[in-house]
């Protein structure tokens, strides 16, 4: 818990609290920073946005890692969940969430998040993603051949 803690002042209270409360707090954390992540990726903006300046709410969601484990299959397609960006006094955007384990040789190494939006009805038929786990010394190779 003491390196999760470092990072509270990256977080509104809101989403510390999920963070704090969940039977896995490293596991909701890693979560939760990945949204954090996707979303100002998505907007082409990464670490330079402070995210404690924005909220994330996910639709009907109350601990993010044991909802993912408990839906997600091994077929590799994800999880494609709603929610909401909100920033200080601006009201609630939609955003689809896309989340993604993953594996190597059936060992959940983590897990990929993916953030489309601002949504307008559904955004499942444009979601697709083709992941492949590659150790250090494979990419290098590939990187080398290229």
């Known amino acids: 818990k003491e390196f999760v803690d470092v990072f509270q002042s990256s977080f509104p209270e809101s989403e510390w609290h999920s963070i704090v409360k969940a039977k896995s707090i490293l596991h909701e954390f890693y979560l939760q920073w990945a949204i954090k992540e996707a979303y100002t990726k998505a907007l082409g903006l990464g670490m330079s ?19 993912v484990l408990a839906n997600a299959d ?3 397609k994800g999880i494609i969940l709603s929610g909401s960006v909100c920033h200080r006094s601006k009201p609630a955007e939609p955003w689809t ?3 993604l384990l993953l ?6 190494r983590g897990c990929a998040c993916v953030c489309v939006g601002p949504s307008e009805g559904s955004t499942e038929d444009r979601l697709t993603a ?9 990419l290098l190779e590939w990187h080398d051949k290229r």
């Open 49 to 67: 946005m402070d995210f404690k300046s924005f909220t994330t709410k996910l639709d009907d969601v109350e601990n993010l890692w044991e909802y």
């Open 74 to 76: 091994d077929t590799g």
């Open 97 to 99: 969430f896309f989340f």
């Open 103 to 108: 594996r190597s040789n059936s060992e959940l």
């Open 130 to 138: 083709d992941v492949n786990w590659i150790e250090v010394e494979g």
